[in-house]
Every structure is written in structure tokens, then in C-alpha cells.
């Protein structure tokens, strides 16, 4: 049963930092790419950013590049995201995902207020 759980979200004031940590399990972690989703209340679900397998060339959306990086740690089945100078806009619910799978976590939220 593949399973994701996000954890280290939580409210944060603009221009704060933040580091999200993603467990997944019910598949080989290693042999899949990761990736980043946000989503707003309303909106559609926004890829933030995407690790291939072995962790090299990320891929990051528009407005994460500069700001967040992406990391995975093979050995625990963990994927990261490293938020930094964060803005109201980057408010939303984070899940990490495999490409490919129906699955998604509950996510961890991440409010951005002063």
C-alpha cells in the first residue's frame, strides 16, 4: 500500500524559511522520481519542484526557483523540501507525490502571515 506523509509545515512570517520532510512507503522509493505539489483552497494543484531517482537534475517551478530546493534521502525514503524568503503566495497545502500514482497524503499546511 503506497503510502506519503508530510510533516513541518505550520505557520511562518514573511521572509521566514521552512523545511519540509516527506515519508513514502508501499513502493521502491529509490527507482522513482519525487516530486513537490501545492494547492490552494479552490485552486488547482501546482507542481513545485521534482527529484529524479538518483537526485540529480531538479526541476522547480517559476516562482520556487532561487528559493526552494529539493532533496531526497534514498536510504530513509524521505524526500525535503528546503523553503526559504517565503511569501503570502507561497500559502497552500504541501504533498509530496510519485509521478504516475493515483496516491496522494493528507499533506502538511503551510500558512504564511505576519
Known amino acids: 500500500q503506497v503510502q506519503f506523509v508530510e510533516s513541518g509545515g505550520g505557520l511562518v512570517q514573511p521572509g521566514g524559511t521552512l523545511r519540509l520532510s516527506c515519508l513514502a512507503s508501499?513502493?521502491?522509493?529509490?527507482?522513482?522520481?519525487m516530486s513537490w505539489y501545492r494547492q490552494v483552497l479552490g485552486q488547482e494543484r501546482e507542481l513545485v519542484a521534482r527529484?529524479?531517482?538518483?537526485?540529480?537534475?531538479?526541476m522547480y517551478a517559476d516562482s520556487a526557483k532561487g528559493r526552494f530546493t529539493i532533496s531526497r534521502d534514498n536510504g530513509k525514503n524521505m524526500v525535503y523540501l528546503q523553503m526559504n524568503n517565503l511569501t503570502p503566495a507561497d500559502a497552500a497545502v504541501y504533498c509530496c507525490h510519485r509521478p504516475g500514482l493515483d496516491s496522494w497524503g493528507p499533506g502538511t499546511p503551510v500558512p504564511v502571515s505576519s
Open positions: 508501499g513502493f521502491y522509493f529509490r527507482q522513482f522520481a
Open positions: 527529484i529524479f531517482s538518483a537526485g540529480d537534475s531538479p
